[in-house]
């Protein structure tokens, strides 16, 4: 049987740092109170000129460098993103075009928020297994600083721009790649973290642009609670499934929200916080490019080894959630 292997991965930060201390001359927060609530101490922040596709380009061209191929090579690519450049056409058909990706490609995006990648993760290894393509390019960008409300101290302080992408194939290796995914959503919770304008429902106007309808919306406390509850399901689920305790896992990348629910997860699922790869200090929330970010620099930090077991968990806005298990 083939296996479908994580070839390469690759990242990209934009260049602008927006530290707490900076964030704290703008709205009624301190470097602090954003530190003990999250862990996050600074942000990147994506130039005028830098849009959702450029952050992807960049990171999806060290991806194919890490993996020895080039973008000629790919047959299907998929963007996870909240921030597309724009509503029509999908930001995959841009970065295809920026990329040199083949025509003959199958290009669309996915809208699963913060569980993007992952659900971009499981769409590829189905197609790939089908064998209808050989060689998958997932990315996940963000440019949530163009969706955050800067007035609001409660949210603009959590989020950050930045994308990672990976780029999948298969090989005749048995048990090794990606073992499993365990994805879900549960839309009853969907107003506990929206955009309340700007799609079919609510159209731009003037009044909704007044009222920041076009940028995220969120109660902390009840995200809170459904995340840990989430994502310790899914890891459960995906342990049991094959057969693991939780001191076989080697390293687990969650979502890079908050510390405090990373701390919690850890807790339940009874495993040491150093088992859990953490930057959202420098990067804070960037959707669903945290993972493949953090997974990128994971394994350049020399913390994912051939052979190791690694667990990948996260939830988002939908309430969409889930895990990967990837055995290198």
């Not at 049991?240 to 390293?251: A, C, K, N």
């Amino acid at each position: 049987m083939t296996s479908v292997i994580i070839a390469g991965v690759g990242s990209y930060s934009p260049a602008k740092v927006l530290t707490n201390e900076e964030l704290s001359q703008k709205v009624d927060t301190t470097d602090e109170w954003i530190r003990t609530r999250s862990g996050i101490r600074e942000r990147r922040i994506a130039a005028a000129d830098e849009a959702c596709s450029d952050l992807a380009v960049k990171a999806a061209a060290a991806a194919l460098a890490d993996a020895k191929v080039t973008a000629a090579d790919i047959d299907l690519l998929i963007v996870a993103t909240c921030t597309p450049d724009l509503p029509l056409p999908s930001t995959a058909c841009i970065v295809q075009h920026k990329l040199g990706v083949p025509a003959h490609a199958t290009c669309f995006d996915i809208a699963a928020a913060c569980s993007g990648f992952l659900y971009a993760l499981e769409i590829a290894y189905g197609q790939l297994q089908t064998n209808r393509y050989k060689r998958a390019l997932i990315i996940g960008s963000e440019k949530l600083s163009t969706i955050t409300d800067w007035t609001d101290r409660t949210t603009c302080v959590l989020f950050g721009d930045g994308a990672g992408a990976a780029v999948l194939n298969k090989v005749n290796q048995p048990g090794i790649g990606i073992l499993g995914t365990d994805l879900g959503a549960d839309g009853a919770f969907v107003d506990n973290l929206y955009i309340p304008a700007g799609g079919s429902r609510t159209p731009a106007t003037p009044e909704t642009i007044a009222n920041h309808g076009h940028c995220i919306h969120m109660n902390g406390r009840e995200v809170f609670k459904s995340a840990v509850r989430v994502m310790e399901t899914v890891a459960r689920e995906m342990m049991e499934q094959h057969h693991l305790t939780p001191d076989q896992i080697s390293l687990v990348i969650p979502h890079q929200a908050n510390i405090r629910i990373i701390e919690a997860l850890a807790g339940n699922l009874k495993m040491p916080l150093e088992k859990f790869f953490v930057n959202l200090d420098r990067y804070g929330n960037t959707s669903s490019a945290t993972i493949p970010l953090a997974l990128d620099e994971a394994r350049r930090a020399g913390r994912i080894k051939p052979g190791d077991l690694t667990l990948l968990v996260a939830f988002g806005a939908g309430l969409t959630y889930g895990a990967t298990l990837v055995r290198w």
